[in-house]
């Protein structure tokens, strides 16, 4: 079964700093999507990015980029010039069409931003 | 585009009443919605998918009875909660599909609190 991890349960950082999220999973599959999620405060879902398993190249989006290890089942998200804004809840998923493309998320890590 | 929304977005009943959620998909047409568990806290839990004009599939371990889904259009998803009890009180979440969309994308409700006293 796929599983996704996030090792961290909670994650600090000074404004304007740089801080990696942690996201390991477990597939069989070699076609599939990543995703961080970022879940503020209202509890609103929002999508930061995605990647897609067959590209090599990382993706970025601003100030968020991922380092995609595919060999390793890695995919940690990279937030640079934090913001106050940034704080919030990061869920890593997978999802997959051998799975009905459900999104499967980790655990979720808890950002504070410290200015 | 792609907006979701969830009324109402927070709900008080008493033990042993019925609640409802709706999710709609204001802008684009879902086949497929999904309804998540959240307690504080902690990860999404994908409690059922619901597919237009068809009978909602449930995951392990969530009671079907509990949680009636109905999804009779392209853009409205019903949760009821039946007979709802203080351990049913969560944060809900919906997510539709774009039908049209080839990436399977999910957009996201903004939650529904309910609590059960």
């Known amino acids: 079964a796929q599983t996704v991890t996030q090792s961290q349960p909670e994650m600090s950082v000074q404004e304007a700093e740089t801080v990696t999220l942690s996201c390991t999973y477990d597939t069989s599959e070699s076609d599939y999507y990543l995703f961080w999620y970022k879940q503020p405060p209202s509890r609103q879902m929002i999508l930061v990015i995605r990647?897609?398993?067959?590209?090599?190249q990382n993706a970025t989006e601003n100030r968020f980029s991922v380092n995609f290890q595919k060999a390793a089942k890695s995919f940690s998200l990279k937030i640079s010039d934090s913001q106050l804004g940034d704080a919030a809840m990061y869920f890593c998923a997978y999802r997959s069409r051998e799975y009905g493309n459900k999104l499967v998320f980790g655990a979720g890590t808890i950002l504070r931003v410290k200015s | 585009g792609a907006v979701v929304s969830q009324h109402p977005s927070r709900v008080i009943c008493k033990s042993g009443t019925s609640v409802k959620i709706e999710c709609r998909s204001l802008d684009f047409q879902a086949t497929t919605m999904f309804w998540y568990r959240q307690f504080p806290k902690q990860s999404l839990m994908l409690m059922a998918t619901s597919n237009e004009g068809s009978k909602a599939t449930y995951e392990q371990g969530v009671e079907k009875d509990k949680f009636l889904i109905n999804h009779a259009s392209l853009t409205l998803s019903t949760l009821t909660v039946t007979s709802a009890h203080p351990e049913d009180s969560s944060f809900y979440i919906c997510?539709?599909?774009?039908?049209?969309?080839?990436?399977?994308?999910?957009?996201f409700g903004p939650g529904t609190r309910l609590t059960v006293t």
């Open positions: 990647q897609e398993a067959y590209k090599q």
């Open positions: 997510s539709a599909r774009d039908v049209l969309g080839l990436s399977y994308e999910q957009y």
